[in-house]
């Protein structure tokens, strides 16, 4: 009888990558995670291709013109095979996708922060506020410095389970609907949902806990730190010049 793959973090937040921006082919010929075609590329070329080459076949990231992304592919059957057995998902997920059960019931929580880091380091998002309050300064008026995290899917059973792993963690966290207009620029965006932290201190427990690898939400988070608020619109580079690194 096969031995079922180990679930490690490492492993862990590969599942949580696939989950957020990954997808395997129905006749199980090809295993796809992606991302934006610039802002995610230190990403997969310092850290996710790496983690994926370790623990499931060896992959160099590179840029898929048709779809206008940065990834990684494998088209190696035993990948696969391993990714299926962890629990990943083939075809169309976006409604119903989900973590996998050896995840939730692994009782461990370096497993339970790496696949909520690869899920947000594929699929989620670190912005900055302003405030609205008519009490407030205008200084507070004026600049993003009210710091946020989200993750958006299709799936709202998938943001229910982030959250549950979250209050395991002490994370306080909503989720909200977040559209019903259909399909959008050829993407099924229907009865969108939105995981949302808005608390500052489940903000900063969350990158002292899951943290990030992805320099993308990395440099954000610095920035906000180092001005107290967020400039919008910034490039991976500006903000990497911005603070020196």
């Known amino acids: 009888m096969e031995k079922a793959p180990k679930l490690t973090p490492e492993v862990a937040e590969i599942i949580g990558a696939f989950i957020g921006d990954g ?62 057995d962890l629990g990943f998902k083939k075809g169309r997920k976006a409604l119903n996708v989900t973590i996998p059960k050896n995840v939730l019931d692994s009782g461990d929580f370096n497993v339970f922060c790496s696949i909520l880091r690869g899920i947000f380091d594929t699929d989620g998002c670190f912005w900055c506020e302003k405030s609205n309050a008519k009490t407030s300064t205008s200084w507070k008026r004026t600049h993003n410095y009210i710091p946020l995290i989200g993750i958006t899917s299709c ?39 939105l995981l949302l932290i808005r608390k500052i201190s489940s903000v900063e427990k969350w990158f002292k806990l899951v943290g990030t690898k992805n320099p993308k939400h990395e440099t954000k988070y610095l920035l906000w730190k180092k001005l107290t608020y967020l400039p919008p619109r910034t490039s991976l580079d500006y903000r990497i010049n911005l603070l020196g690194i």
């Open 155 to 193: 799936s709202k059973k998938l943001l229910i389970q982030c959250q549950l792993l979250l209050r395991k963690l002490g994370i306080e966290s909503i989720i909200k609907q977040k559209n019903t207009e259909g399909f959008h620029n050829n993407r099924n965006v229907h009865n969108s949902y």
């Open 23 to 84: 997808w395997i082919e129905n006749r199980e010929k090809a295993l796809y995670i992606t991302g934006h075609i610039t802002e995610d590329r230190d990403y997969y070329d310092g850290y996710l291709a790496p983690l994926f080459s370790r623990d499931f076949a060896c992959v160099t990231p590179k840029e898929f013109s048709y779809w206008k992304v940065y990834g990684i592919a494998t088209y190696d059957k035993s990948a696969i095979k391993k990714a299926l």
